[in-house]
Every structure is written in C-alpha cells, then in structure tokens.
C-alpha cells in the first residue's frame, strides 16, 4: 500500500458495536462524522467527547483549523451528525475582532468536552501557551461556561490577561493551570529521575467484583528511586497474572507500536505500560507480578469479595 501523505490522509470519527462481552465486535466499523485534514476547514480531526442532552447528541472535536473545539448535532448517537460550528477556540480566534495572524495563544492540539455542573454548562479544554519545541510546551486548563438555546450552544471564550501569559512562559521549568475565574488551581514543574531504574506497579483500585466483567487498570512505570517516571528509558514489561483474575491486555500509548495487546509481554512507551485484569466469577485474590530485564521483579494483590 502506497503511503500518504498527512495532507492526504483520511480521519473520521468511527463507531464500533460491541457484545454484552465488551469484546467481540458485532458488524462492521461506521463512519460518523468522515472529514479530510484541510486547515482551512473545521472538519473533525480527533478525541470526540459525546453528549445526550434532552432529545440531542452533541459531539464535540477538535478541528482540522487547530483553532480550537467545534460541535455537531444529531437525533442519533450512531448517524446524521451535522457541523454546527465553533463552540470555544483554545486560541481565542474570533474574540474581539482576534484572527489567525494575531492569535493570543499558539495554534495547536485541543482536546474537550461538556459537563453540567450546579445547571451551568461548561466545556472543558486545554491549549498551549509555549511554542511547538516539545521542551517549551505549556498546557493550560480552560473550563468557560457557555448558553444553550434551542438546542444550539453558544460559543464561548477563555482570555487570559497578558501579563499573565508573559509571567507564565518567564518561570522557566513551572506550568500553572487557572480556572475560568483566573483562580489558580496548579503548579507542576519538571523534576529529573533519580538514578537507578526499578518498576513500579500502581493499581486503580484494590477491591474488586466477582461478575467476570470488572475491571483494574494497572499502571507499570519504569522509575527512578524518588518515584519520577524515566521517559527516556523503555524496556519490555511481562505482566503475570493467577488467582482470581486473568489478565485481559497488556500495552503502551505508542501508536504504532507493532506489538499485540493480548499477549503478556509489552515494551513500555516513555517508561509507561498499562496492564488491564479481569476477574472471574469466583472471590479470592489476583496476583500480579511485573517484571522486566535486569530489573526486580513487584508484586501486588487484589481483593475479588461480594
């Protein structure tokens, strides 16, 4: 098969029907929303967030323009959806007479949806506020509210002051997150991996049902002695599973990894795997061990109870 090009690749947003199982896929793929990658056009690009409200689906995505999130609607989860436009720009396009030459953020990813919090509506973002340098590359929360009418959502904007943004790209090695209010609600900042490797297993939950449905997600990180992830280092990771359980996939956010989920063995992808467990019908313990070249084997357990 001939490779293409970015420009000429072909994105949609797709949907699979899937067995009471929630494995075996029943039918074939279709195509909700097709759209082709033109800057100059809002077609849909990636990371839809969906939404049933009252006799609509909303459907937000970010946009081919990179300019920020757009909405379509449908009286259906599966088809019609239609393009309604812009429902808030990460770069504030369209803010006051703002365009694309003087956007008050760079033009980038965006990624959202809508939630519902006390009757107010608000669409949840991020953007970026550094430039494209993968070192320099500030992501920002945004959550501004935003009218419903008729059906139809009311665009919103999420503007900072400017003195702000300056203030943020000048703390060098700190990333804040402000609310819609201005409100700071988080400080990060860059810390170096001690020196030596070892796993760390991090379940989501310890206590689990004996329905052969539930689920555990476990996170396997390759990390230093202070616990800070080693991005750099990638290793493959052999998860083992017995007892109560089995283990479901094993894989990494690499996208073309070229690896099968279903096996037990998955190289990390900046020093990260994920591991996902199953129970059976029966109570009783999982346990999990994870290992890795020249690395000490980590244990856990889970608990299967009623």
Known sequence: ???????????????????????????????????????????????????????????????????????????????????????????????????????????????????????????????????????????????????????????????????????????????????SNGKEISRTSMTTAGKETRLQIIPEKLSLRPNSQDLCYVNIDLVGTDGVTKSTEDVPITATVSGAGSLLALGSAKPNMGECFFADTHTTYYGKALAVIRTGNECGKIHIKASAPNLEDQFIELEVRE
């Open 1 to 179: 098969m001939a490779s293409k090009s970015v420009s000429e690749q072909q994105h949609f947003h797709s949907l699979m029907l899937l067995s009471s199982d929630m494995l075996t896929i029943i039918g074939e793929t279709t195509i909700i929303l097709p759209a082709d990658f033109n800057p100059k056009r809002p077609n849909y690009w990636e990371g839809p967030s969906i939404r049933h409200i009252g006799k609509w689906y909303y459907l937000v995505y970010p946009a081919t323009d990179i300019t920020g999130l757009n909405y379509a609607m449908s009286l259906f989860p599966d088809k019609g959806f239609s393009h309604k436009g812009p429902i808030h720009s990460s770069s504030d396009i369209g803010l006051n007479g703002r365009k694309l030459m003087n956007a008050a953020y760079p033009m980038g990813n965006s990624h959202g949806g809508m939630v519902c919090v006390k009757g107010q509506w608000y669409i949840f973002d991020h953007r970026r506020t550094g430039n494209m340098n993968w070192t320099a590359i500030w992501s920002q929360a945004a959550a501004p509210s935003f009218a419903m009418g008729n059906g139809i959502l009311g665009a919103c904007s999420f503007e900072d002051a400017e003195e702000r943004r300056v203030r943020l790209l000048k703390e060098a090695g700190f990333n804040f997150s402000y609310d």
